[in-house]
């Protein structure tokens, strides 16, 4: 029998607002445990929480950026249980009224559109860190992260294979990073997934029963476990079992999931209205600044980018991945008439370099100016395609003028046919036997010797003239 299999992710991320959801504390990663919290995010009794503009904005934000409504009238509720991370005992959460509902995103999947419905995207608080490798005996608890602002984005069970989810959550990080609401570094835990599974026969329309796991933190991750849980559940139906509602553990090393707890054992939340919180009012006025706010969209902008400078669609997707790497291509282009060349510079060599170093694409050195610059040294033959990629290395190092490493390393172009000719005399004295091959036919060998002179000249001699004099001294 074949199988479908049903996904539904929660999606929660960190807010990169400069302070907490409910108090004035610094959201920064990285700082020293404990040293970012008062009284309010770590949970003293008697405090009250103040909630905080910027992230009830952004939340609004994604939802836009999301398609969904923004509720007019919202409040946050109190979802109560207990974990060591948690010392207050409860999440500042919403339940029954979320800031958005009813959204969708448009992934491109193999070619294909497909639309995947947003549930609803609601704001809370994270919980602070437990640290369990200090010491073999006990167990230490961070609470920077307490109380820093999240979004759980809830999608409908609309996607329907791991790669689907893969795309879906890259498509959605890269609108986040867009809108400027959250770094979602999945490194630094400010974008964590939850993944919701079920299968059932081709053809069914019921769901089958699912099984969650919490917590994955990297697209890897929610690749495989959904790869691996689908399988597991399509091997106990084809048994003849029944897949049992329960929350799994992922173990990615392992490989494997675990069962963690029976939904039967689940808790029950309790959630009520935050009593030190006042109901929120959301006017139009401010969802309209808001969704002004929003800038051009990655897949807008890649079919902006498809239509007006004629590049692939699949330049055009890589280009907008990333707005820094969009805005860099556009500022190229202003100076630059080849829009296809610079799409080739910045999809081979600048990505290269910028992942090879693990840089982010603000803090390249390179200018647009000068990557221009080194376009026109190669228009304008001062320089070889092969030295350009040289001095494009020594450009993402220092952030040089090209113009001036040229100089610098003496790495112009030789044009000048009389010294190319006596350049290859020497090649050819030095190499008999390729030059007999040749005559005797072996055209190979021509690619050898060209190969030489490029080598005697470092790289310098004009390839095409090379090829010319080589050919011209052969036949004599
Ligand atoms: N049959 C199913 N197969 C796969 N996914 C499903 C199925 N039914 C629902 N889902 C997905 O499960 C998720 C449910 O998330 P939701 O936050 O509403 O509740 P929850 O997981 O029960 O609670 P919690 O927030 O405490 O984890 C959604 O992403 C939804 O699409
Ligand atoms: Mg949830
Ligand atoms: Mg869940």
């Known amino acids: 029998m074949k199988y479908e299999v049903v996904i539904g992710l929660e ?6 607002t400069q302070s907490k959801a409910f108090c004035g504390c610094s959201t920064k990663f990285g700082a020293a445990p404990n040293t970012q919290c008062c009284p309010v995010c770590i949970g003293m009794p008697g405090v009250l929480p103040v909630i905080n503009k910027k992230a009830l904005e952004y939340t609004i934000k994604a939802g836009l950026a999301l398609n969904c409504r923004i509720a007019r009238y919202t409040k946050m509720d109190r979802k109560n249980y207990f974990y060591p991370d948690l010392p207050r005992a409860c999440q500042i959460s919403q339940y029954d009224v979320p800031v958005c509902q009813n959204g969708y995103l448009d992934i491109v999947v193999n070619g294909q559109t497909r639309r995947i419905g947003i549930n609803r995207i609601h704001l809370e608080e994270d919980a602070g860190k437990l640290l369990h490798d200090q010491y ?3 167990t230490l608890v961070d609470l920077n992260r307490s109380g820093v602002p999240l979004i759980e984005i809830v999608t409908e069970p609309d996607l329907r294979s791991a790669e689907e989810a893969k795309v879906f959550l890259e498509t959605l990080r890269s609108i986040l990073r867009y809108i400027d609401v959250s770094d979602c570094k ?10 919701n599974i079920s299968v059932r026969p081709e053809g069914q329309k019921e769901f089958g029963v699912r099984t969650e796991m919490k917590n994955l933190n990297s697209f890897r991750a929610v690749y495989r476990a959904i790869e691996y849980e689908a399988n597991r559940q399509i091997s106990i139906l084809e048994e003849g079992g029944t897949v049992l509602r329960e929350t799994r553990r992922w173990d990615d090393s392992a490989g494997k999931s675990f069962s963690m707890r029976a939904k039967e054992h689940a808790q029950d939340y309790r959630y009520f209205p935050e009593p030190d919180l006042p109901p929120i009012e959301i006017d139009d006025e401010w969802v309209e600044e808001i969704r002004k706010q929003i800038p051009e969209l990655p897949a807008q902008k890649q079919r902006r980018y498809v239509e007006e400078f004629g590049l692939p669609e699949y330049d055009a997707g890589i280009l907008t991945s990333s707005r820094d790497l969009a805005d860099y291509f556009e500022r190229c282009v202003k100076l630059y008439e080849n829009p296809k060349t610079i799409s080739n510079w910045l999809m081979g060599d600048f990505l290269r370099l910028v992942n090879e170093k693990n840089i982010e694409i603000s803090d390249v050195p390179v200018t647009p100016e000068n990557l221009v610059k080194l376009f026109k040294l190669i228009d304008s ?3 070889s395609g092969p030295i350009a990629k040289t001095v494009f290395e020594e450009m993402f190092d220092t952030g040089k003028d090209p113009e001036a490493i040229v100089e610098e390393k003496g790495l112009k172009q030789i ?16 190499n008999p036997k390729s ?6 036919g072996k055209k190979k060998a021509l690619g050898f010797l060209v190969g030489q002179t490029m080598k005697a000249t470092k790289g310098k001699a004009n390839p095409q003239l090379v090829n010319e004099i080589l050919l011209e001294e052969l036949e004599k």
């Open 11 to 16: 999606v929660h991320a960190e807010l990169s």
């Open 381 to 383: 033959k001062v320089i």
């Open 435 to 440: 030059v007999e091959d040749y005559k005797n």
């Open 186 to 195: 999945m490194e630094e835990g400010s974008l964590r997934c939850d993944v």
């Open 415 to 430: 044009t000048d046919r009389d010294e190319l000719v006596k350049v290859i005399k020497k090649v050819l004295a030095e």
């Open 136 to 138: 073999a005996d006990s």
